[in-house]
């Protein structure tokens, strides 16, 4: 069966930081892989999307990148964190265009 | 320009009653929608998912509409129960790409 992985759980970080938040799914070969964020009492905000690996395709424009460096690994990143960046980051695959199936997710806090 | 919404952001039913939570949407292009259930500070996991050929779909105390001319689906859960209550998202796809939109959520408080 499928498994999915997100680490850190938790992570507080002051602003202007660096982050790498990092996902891996098991048990599957060339899944769709997403991030999401939700921020406190919203909805799910698509970040980033990637079909294949160094194929990364961006939803909102800011100062995250992500980077998908094997078929089963997805990594967010920025350079220097900014209080709006604190949130629920979600990281999920799919094997077609349809069910997607979520991490535990990373609660990050910028402090 | 929400594509998908889920215009009531909370609902409270005491157990044992029927939830009923609805999800609206605008896009005559989305032919697959589905169900995900949140807890705080976990993943949503899938529910139910529902294909536009059909009307209806069932799942044990979980049953999802949609009304194509509308554009409108809803989640019926029946019985309720204290562990149902959670946050409720819809989402709604197509075959021509590779992501979901989903609404902005509802808040299901069944209380015992």
């Known amino acids: 069966s499928q498994t999915i992985h997100q680490w850190p759980a938790t992570l507080v970080q002051p602003v202007g930081s660096p982050l790498s938040l990092e996902c891996t799914v098991e048990?599957?070969?060339?899944?769709?892989l997403y991030w999401y964020r939700q921020a406190a009492g919203r909805g799910l905000q698509l970040l980033f999307y990637?079909?294949?690996?160094?194929?990364i395709s961006s939803e909102v424009p800011q100062n995250l990148s992500a980077s998908r460096p094997q078929d089963r690994q997805f990594i967010l990143s920025s350079k220097k964190l900014l209080l709006s960046d604190s949130g629920f980051y979600l990281c999920?695959?799919?094997?077609?265009?349809?069910?997607?199936?979520f991490g535990p997710g990373t609660r990050l806090t910028v402090t | 320009d929400q594509q998908v919404k889920q215009n009531s952001p909370s609902l409270s039913v005491q157990e044992g009653r029927i939830s009923i939570l609805n999800c609206d949407y605008t896009n005559s292009m989305f032919d697959y929608f589905l169900w995900y259930k949140k807890y705080p500070a976990e993943g949503p996991t899938f529910l139910i998912s529902i294909s536009s050929i059909k009307d209806k779909n069932e799942d044990g105390r979980f049953t999802v509409f949609l009304n194509k001319s509308a554009k409108h689906l809803s989640l019926h859960i029946v019985p309720s129960q204290p562990g149902d209550s959670a946050v409720y998202f819809c989402a709604a796809n197509n075959n021509a790409g590779n992501m979901l939109t989903f609404g902005g959520g509802t808040r299901l408080m069944v209380k015992p």
């Open positions: 990637s079909v294949g690996i160094g194929q």
């Open positions: 048990g599957t070969s060339n899944p769709n």
């Open positions: 999920a695959w799919a094997s077609g265009p349809y069910e997607q199936y």
